[in-house]
């Protein structure tokens, strides 16, 4: 940010505004920002003398929207799972044999092959992808020693200031959890303990996030990562709890993935994933549940009990969901809709490739109106809320995700004169079923461009591309499978 904050104003095309309550598609309007702050967002903008404009920005041709709040993702080893897991998966209900192949067998090797320099080109390109696809805000979602670096906490520090130099607002959550798995020698998945069942660890990742949160002007933020609901002793969820409440981090756990996770918290807890998950008293609205697909053993909302699902919803826990992944396995959240019809706050995010709002957006809709079996289970505008405001209210930020005096000037314009954007009737059923992230042509972070002309500010995307092939190469030569 420069010492002199600067007063811009987008001009001439269509705005996506919020009145508070919900977003709003305003055929022409105006947004003013100054320095890192929105000023206004909606018809035409008076001239104030008291507010002289420094720089006036033509939108015409352009959708101005707020920037997509992408609350779950993987950037370190994501783009090495690219061709070995892409036609693998759980079964869709039963989380059978090919389950085991794709996350005890092919992911340990594929994450123990990625050294920290093949694990930095890719997040480097995974954040180029972000802002190139209209996300300011994301969460990425760190490992622990499963990676090539044995969970070196310089990697996450270093990921954290690619994601701050390229201009991004990230929440930075290093994982720690009490025991990992793997294929076992009988050829059935097993779990190993990590030291001091994840404690030692835990305090680890309290001292990078200490050290990192607000930096990079703010843009930089502590999260909590515990890993999996299944992976995490009850103390070390407790221990989470505790410091979440002391610091004011907010948490993400992933939890509610498969079938098999659900029978074995019953086995081993007795309970369902949700009564688990009160009972360790984790639950909360600073909570973020990456997932939740499966807290009934059927997956379908349905099946959940009336109690768990009543004391999820008044402790303002955020579900986050994930459709693309899991589509691609051939699964679905059944539903979407369910959830909200019980008032149960719902995020989305990208979790692994692409790393597109544009492309989870439109499975979000379409998957839950597959799964409901009808086209007005759930609207457009609901699944842009969930990319934007959900996302923001699930990281406690009443200032992001959204066009509005007073919040955080995270703004993307698209472009609309394309083939498939008009004739454009209603804006936000055009970004969630039909734009596309090519269509992104400019991205402001803090009120900073970050994105010119579809092209990087702060990075070299083709340096960053060639860097990442080159660490391809490198992580496939060394996957071992056992
Ligand atoms: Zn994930």
């Given at each position: 940010m420069s010492a002199q904050p600067m007063r811009t104003l987008l001009r001439g095309g269509g705005v996506i505004a919020f009145d508070g309550t919900q977003h709003v598609h305003l055929r022409r309007g105006d947004v003013v920002f100054y320095g890192d702050r929105i000023e206004y967002a909606g018809p035409a903008w008076t001239d104030r003398a008291d507010a002289p404009v420094h720089q006036i920005i033509a939108t015409s041709g352009k959708l101005v929207l707020p920037g997509f709040v992408n609350a779950h993702l993987h950037v370190t080893d994501t783009a090495f799972t690219r061709g070995w897991l892409d036609d693998y998966g759980a079964s869709a209900t039963t989380g059978a044999a090919s389950n085991v192949t794709a996350l005890?067998?092919?992911?340990?090797?594929?994450?123990?092959?990625?050294?920290?320099?093949?694990?930095?080109?890719?997040?480097?390109c995974a954040f180029s992808e972000l802002l190139l696809s209209g996300s300011t805000t994301v969460v990425e979602l760190g490992f622990d020693a499963e990676m090539g670096d044995q969970g070196d906490m310089a990697t996450p520090r270093a990921v954290g200031d690619i994601a701050g130099r390229l201009g991004l607002r990230c929440y930075l959550a290093p994982r720690y959890r009490s025991r990992y798995w793997k294929l076992g020698a009988d050829g059935a998945p097993a779990y190993f303990a990590y030291d001091g069942d994840g404690l030692p660890r835990m305090r680890t990742c309290m001292e990078l996030l200490g050290d990192i949160e607000a930096s990079h002007e703010g843009r930089l933020r502590a999260m909590l990562a515990p890993g999996q609901v299944d992976t995490c002793e009850p103390e070390l969820l407790r221990a989470t709890r505790q410091v979440a409440d002391d610091t004011g981090y907010p948490i993400q756990l992933h939890a509610g993935q498969s079938p098999s996770e659900f029978r074995?918290?019953?086995?081993?807890?007795?309970?369902?994933?949700?009564?688990?998950?009160?009972?360790?008293?984790?639950?909360?609205?600073?909570?973020?549940?990456?997932?939740?697909?499966?807290?009934?053993?059927?997956?379908?909302?349905?099946?959940c009990h009336a109690a768990e699902l009543a004391r999820l919803r008044d402790s303002g826990t955020h579900l986050c969901h994930l459709p693309w992944v899991k589509a691609r396995q051939g699964t679905a959240m059944r539903s979407f809709a369910k959830y909200r019809r019980h008032g149960i706050p719902v995020c989305l995010g990208t979790d692994t490739y692409p790393f597109d709002m544009f492309n989870e957006m439109r499975l979000a809709a379409t998957m839950c109106r597959v799964a409901e079996g009808s086209p007005q289970a759930v609207s457009a505008?609901?699944?842009?809320?969930?990319?934007?405001?959900?996302?923001?209210?699930?990281?406690?930020?009443?200032?992001?995700?959204?066009?509005?005096?007073?919040?955080?000037?995270?703004?993307v314009l698209v472009d609309v004169m394309k083939p498939h954007a008009v004739p454009m009737?209603?804006?936000?059923?055009?970004?969630?079923?039909?734009?596309?992230?090519?269509?992104?042509?400019?991205?402001?972070?803090?009120?900073?461009?970050?994105?010119?002309?579809?092209?990087?500010?702060?990075?070299?995307l083709a340096q960053a591309v060639a860097r990442l092939a080159e660490a391809g190469d490198r992580v496939n030569a060394r996957v071992q499978l056992e």
């Open positions: 005890y067998r092919l992911l340990p090797a594929i994450r123990a092959a990625a050294m920290a320099e093949d694990q930095l080109a890719a997040a480097e074995r918290i019953r086995q081993q807890q007795g309970c369902t994933t949700l009564e688990y998950l009160d009972r360790v008293g984790l639950l909360g609205r600073d909570l973020v549940l990456g997932h939740s697909m499966f807290f009934s053993e059927s997956g379908d909302v349905d099946d505008a609901e699944i842009f809320h969930a990319a934007t405001v959900g996302g923001a209210q699930a990281l406690q930020r009443s200032d992001l995700g959204r066009l509005a005096a007073g919040c955080q000037a995270g703004i009737r209603d804006g936000i059923q055009h970004l969630v079923l039909s734009a596309c992230a090519a269509d992104v042509d400019t991205v402001f972070v803090a009120g900073r461009p970050v994105v010119e002309q579809r092209t990087l500010v702060y990075g070299d």
